[in-house]
């Protein structure tokens, strides 16, 4: 096959803080290559070390079937040539090698969409979000409503018992009641 019967790929980045509608967006691009009669494979993080069925849900309960696996390399256990597209959301939970799977996929001609928080609660970038931000081809940055303010939030606050967490606090808090806002950059605090 010569170069020029290769179909380009591509990579997509659908990405923004908690409540943006990451997935509710994910789940309207796979809507379309269900009618477009594309072969597709959705994967997610898995949060045990097996993968299994699972479903991509978004705030407004439309679904869609996903693999919810532990490692990226997997993704080559479920993937076969005649796959036009493949979908990975919570891109950002993966181990660093999804990024050159990535690539490969894009360089074979298929197309990736992937969806993920771009930053953490503290507001600093997850690095594989930002690497493949900085690969794709199409990216897609939502915006939530701040809380606070009304305001476009672009970061997501991280509050433990209803306070902003510090840089210091652990990331699990035993016993604490845990909840997460989206929040403008003027809104959004981080305590050192
Ligand atoms: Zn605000």
Redesign the pocket.
């Known amino acids: 096959m010569g170069h020029d019967d290769l179909e380009i790929g591509s990579i997509e980045m659908i990405t923004g803080p908690m409540f943006a509608g990451k997935s509710e967006e994910l789940l309207r691009r796979i809507n379309r290559l269900k009618y477009a009669k594309k072969k597709y494979l959705v994967f997610k993080p898995s949060i045990d070390n097996r993968y299994s069925e699972t479903e991509v849900v978004s705030h407004n309960k439309r679904s869609s079937k996903a693999i919810a696996i532990s490692k990226s390399e997997e993704i080559y256990k479920f993937y076969t040539d005649d796959i036009d597209v493949i979908c990975i959301d919570e891109v950002q939970f993966f181990d660093e090698g999804i990024v050159k799977i990535i690539d490969e996929l894009a360089n074979k001609g298929k197309r990736v969409i992937c969806a993920g928080l771009d930053c953490d609660f503290k507001g600093d970038p997850f690095q594989i979000s930002a690497t493949i931000l900085a690969k794709a081809e199409y990216v897609t940055k939502l915006t939530a409503i701040?809380c606070?303010?009304g305001?476009e939030?672009t970061m997501t606050q991280r509050l433990v018992n209803g306070v902003p967490v510090s840089r210091k606090d652990p990331v699990v808090l035993v016993g604490a009641s845990e909840s997460y806002e989206a929040?403008?950059r003027?809104?959004h605090i981080v305590k050192d």
């Open positions: 701040c606070v303010c305001r939030a929040r403008c003027h809104c």
